[in-house]
């Protein structure tokens, strides 16, 4: 019996130490880091030779660059987007231009040379290189005007940027030889190895492994284990000088009203329409229109206009639309050779009238034509510059869909950015409402804001209201000025009441099966509005349109500008 129990006690010793040796050699597969390393070509998914990839900062572009004849090139969307908005690209006349804020570079394809101003320029290589509908941009032309570094490594060739200087989250690395994984996890492939006292970028900081980019590429993660501490933030030092846009700012609160003129003739109502004004320091009449797809102008101008003006103590600033059924804006922005003519007309004309600015109002612009029109105000800005004209703009209240106007940009280049604070609903809008209820208008200033610095924003405020008639379902309005919206209330023994909500008085009826309805513009709404400029400092304001207010309606406006 006993030798019997003898071979199975053996066994199932061995059973048990087995399991215990497996248990041994799983918890140490489990618990050991690999040292398998990543392809690094598959990595970053090159596929030919002179394709490039770009780490920009803390993050690997989809776009490509290249690398010609030992040149690097960017794709010029990569180098607006990322780097200097004021790169160009005309894909109609096959020109690269660079905006500075006094001067226009211009580069064909292929060249080293360069046209700027009267003068040429050239460089020891080739600028810029087309590209299907695009070009790239030599990337020693692009550091010419741009505050950043750049570094090509091998093995694969990819080209590290770096163009942020400002509030850097870095982390230092203590272990020598540290990896940086794939993914966060010690089964996740190798990407490099970083010496210890290595400053990494951080991009995310989790529980036990923080997300990081290696100074040569390397987006993955690191053990915190591995780190000296927690992440700091840095400030580089930077000799880059940028380039300075100095504005015709000037030295009281903007007070500008939009006087409407469709022909010459309508000059002479004039001293009509300002009987009864105050405070007015500047007037804007609508003289100048594009006409055609060439860059050509209407022209409703009047020297006696200007004279007239200037005696009372006001400055004009002649207003430039595009509202002709006849032209493509686009077509006009994004063709060199026509965006300089209008420009160089319109410049003409103000000086040729001695207009002391000039109020760009291009409305309705397709997202395409947002970078033609930024590059049409850049150009437009050094010519207002070097001949002492104020150069504003009007743009909607912003929306998503009109982020193309880029305000921003705008507020970079030109003297005023004017928010159209009105149009909350308009003629053919599917249901009645305020033309300008206050959080709106609020809510527009705040947005514009965020791009624009406030001593360059003017809010324009509507002294029209619509009328509204729902009949069967559908919807219509007509806009009227103060005292007509008055004599509808009156006329139609309309009750109003204040609204909290839109700060405006409103009022209804009821006529059969058709319903009315009025958000009146008033004293009372404008004072309410006249406190958001107070609030947040603003440059001013604007009305639209002189004739269409009471007289009593100037003292609240001074008042709001006190």
Same mark, same amino acid.
């Given at each position: 019996?006993?030798?019997?129990?003898?071979?199975?006690?053996?066994?199932?010793?061995?059973?048990?130490?087995?399991?215990?040796?497996?248990?041994?050699?799983?918890?140490?597969?489990?618990?050991?880091?690999?040292?398998?390393?990543?392809?690094? !070509?598959?990595?970053?998914?090159?596929?030919?030779?002179?394709?490039?990839?770009? =780490?920009?900062?803390?993050?690997?572009?989809?776009?490509?660059?290249?690398? =010609?004849? /030992?040149?690097?090139?960017?794709?010029? @969307?990569?180098?607006?987007?990322?780097?200097?908005?004021?790169?160009?690209?005309?894909?109609?006349?096959?020109? %690269?231009?660079?905006?500075?804020?006094?001067?226009?570079?211009?580069?064909?394809?292929?060249?080293?040379?360069?046209?700027?101003?009267?003068?040429?320029?050239?460089?020891?290589?080739?600028?810029?290189?087309?590209?299907?509908?695009?070009?790239?941009?030599?990337?020693?032309?692009?550091?010419?005007?741009?505050?950043?570094? !750049?570094?090509?490594?091998?093995?694969? #060739?990819?080209?590290?940027?770096?163009?942020?200087?400002?509030?850097?989250?870095?982390?230092?690395?203590?272990?020598?030889?540290?990896?940086?994984?794939?993914?966060?996890?010690?089964?996740?492939?190798?990407?490099?190895?970083?010496?210890?006292?290595?400053?990494?970028?951080?991009?995310?900081?989790?529980?036990?492994?923080?997300?990081?980019?290696?100074?040569?590429?390397?987006?993955?993660?690191?053990?915190?284990?591995?780190?000296?501490?927690?992440?700091?933030?840095?400030?580089?030092?930077?000799?880059?000088?940028?380039?300075?846009?100095?504005?015709?700012?000037?030295?009281?609160?903007?007070?500008?009203?939009?006087?409407?003129?469709?022909?010459?003739?309508?000059?002479?109502?004039?001293?009509?329409? %300002?009987?009864?004004?105050?405070?007015?320091?500047?007037?804007?009449?609508?003289?100048?229109?594009?006409?055609? @797809?060439?860059?050509?102008?209407?022209?409703?101008?009047?020297?006696?206009?200007?004279?007239?003006?200037?005696?009372? /103590? %006001?400055?004009?600033?002649?207003?430039?639309?595009?509202?002709?059924?006849?032209?493509?804006?686009?077509?006009?922005?994004?063709?060199?050779?026509?965006?300089?003519?209008?420009?160089?007309?319109?410049?003409?004309?103000?000086?040729?009238?001695?207009?002391?600015?000039? @109020?760009?109002?291009?409305?309705?612009?397709?997202?395409?034509?947002?970078?033609?029109?930024?590059?049409?105000?850049?150009?437009?800005?050094?010519?207002?510059?070097? #001949?002492?004209?104020?150069?504003?703009?009007?743009?909607?209240?912003?929306?998503?869909?009109?982020?193309?106007?880029?305000?921003?940009?705008?507020?970079?280049?030109?003297?005023?950015?004017?928010?159209?604070?009105?149009?909350?609903?308009?003629?053919?809008?599917?249901? +009645?409402?305020?033309?300008?209820?206050?959080?709106?208008?609020?809510?527009? =200033?705040?947005?514009?804001?965020?791009?624009?610095?406030?001593?360059?924003?003017?809010?324009?405020?509507?002294?029209?209201?619509?009328?509204?008639?729902?009949?069967?379902?559908?919807?219509?309005?007509? +806009?009227?000025?103060?005292?007509?919206?008055?004599?509808?209330?009156?006329?139609?023994?309309?009750?109003?009441?204040?609204?909290?909500?839109?700060?405006?008085?409103?009022?209804?009826?009821?006529?059969?099966?058709?319903?009315?309805? =009025?958000?009146?513009?008033?004293?009372?709404?404008?004072?309410?509005?006249?406190?958001?400029?107070?609030?947040?400092?603003? +440059?001013?304001?604007?009305?639209?349109?002189?004739?269409?207010?009471?007289?009593?309606?100037?003292?609240?406006?001074?008042?709001?500008?006190?």
């Amino acid at each position: 019996m006993k030798q019997r129990k003898m071979p199975i006690l053996i066994v199932l010793i061995l059973i048990f130490l087995v399991g215990v040796v497996g248990m041994i050699v799983h918890m140490i597969q489990k618990y050991t880091p690999t040292d398998d390393r990543m392809d690094t !070509y598959a990595y970053y998914s090159v596929s030919e030779d002179s394709e490039l990839p770009l =780490i920009f900062g803390t993050k690997i572009l989809e776009d490509r660059g290249s690398l =010609i004849d /030992g040149e690097i090139y960017l794709p010029q @969307n990569v180098v607006a987007d990322y780097l200097n908005k004021r790169f160009y690209w005309d894909s109609n006349e096959k020109l %690269l231009i660079y905006t500075t804020p006094t001067e226009r570079y211009i580069v064909e394809p292929e060249s080293n040379a360069y046209k700027i101003g009267v003068k040429d320029g050239e460089e020891e290589y080739i600028i810029c290189k087309e590209r299907g509908e695009g070009v790239l941009v030599n990337v020693k032309f692009v550091q010419k005007f741009t505050d950043m570094d !750049y570094k090509l490594w091998e093995e694969p #060739n990819r080209l590290v940027v770096q163009y942020q200087w400002k509030d850097i989250s870095v982390v230092e690395v203590k272990e020598d030889q540290a990896a940086v994984r794939y993914q966060g996890g010690i089964k996740s492939e190798i990407l490099t190895n970083v010496e210890a006292g290595s400053k990494l970028r951080l991009i995310e900081e989790l529980d036990d492994w923080d997300q990081v980019v290696t100074e040569d590429g390397f987006v993955g993660y690191i053990k915190k284990d591995e780190l000296a501490g927690a992440a700091s933030v840095i400030t580089m030092d930077r000799e880059f000088q940028e380039p300075e846009y100095t504005s015709l700012s000037r030295d009281f609160k903007i007070n500008l009203a939009w006087h409407q003129v469709t022909s010459e003739a309508a000059n002479d109502t004039l001293e009509e329409t %300002l009987a009864g004004t105050k405070g007015i320091n500047v007037i804007s009449p609508t003289w100048f229109s594009i006409s055609d @797809n060439r860059g050509n102008l209407t022209n409703y101008a009047t020297e006696s206009y200007v004279t007239k003006v200037h005696s009372m /103590g %006001l400055e004009v600033w002649g207003l430039v639309d595009n509202f002709s059924e006849n032209v493509n804006t686009y077509e006009v922005l994004s063709h060199t050779q026509t965006r300089t003519r209008m420009e160089e007309n319109i410049v003409n004309q103000a000086v040729r009238f001695s207009l002391d600015g000039v @109020n760009i109002d291009f409305e309705s612009l397709a997202e395409e034509t947002g970078p033609h029109f930024v590059q049409f105000l850049r150009e437009m800005s050094i010519l207002c510059r070097a #001949n002492n004209l104020v150069l504003s703009v009007d743009n909607p209240v912003p929306e998503g869909f009109t982020s193309h106007y880029d305000r921003a940009a705008q507020g970079e280049v030109v003297d005023y950015v004017i928010i159209m604070g009105y149009d909350e609903h308009y003629q053919g809008s599917e249901e +009645a409402g305020s033309v300008a209820s206050l959080a709106w208008v609020e809510e527009g =200033i705040k947005n514009t804001l965020s791009e624009v610095s406030a001593d360059k924003v003017i809010n324009g405020i509507p002294f029209y209201t619509r009328i509204w008639k729902t009949s069967a379902g559908i919807v219509t309005s007509e +806009a009227v000025g103060m005292d007509t919206a008055d004599e509808f209330v009156k006329k139609n023994k309309v009750e109003t009441y204040w609204n909290e909500d839109y700060q405006q008085n409103y009022g209804e009826y009821q006529d059969g099966n058709d319903l009315y309805q =009025i958000w009146l513009e008033d004293e009372d709404s404008i004072a309410a509005k006249m406190k958001l400029i107070k609030k947040y400092e603003l +440059a001013g304001v604007a009305e639209w349109k002189l004739g269409f207010e009471r007289s009593g309606i100037w003292d609240v406006i001074a008042a709001g500008l006190k």
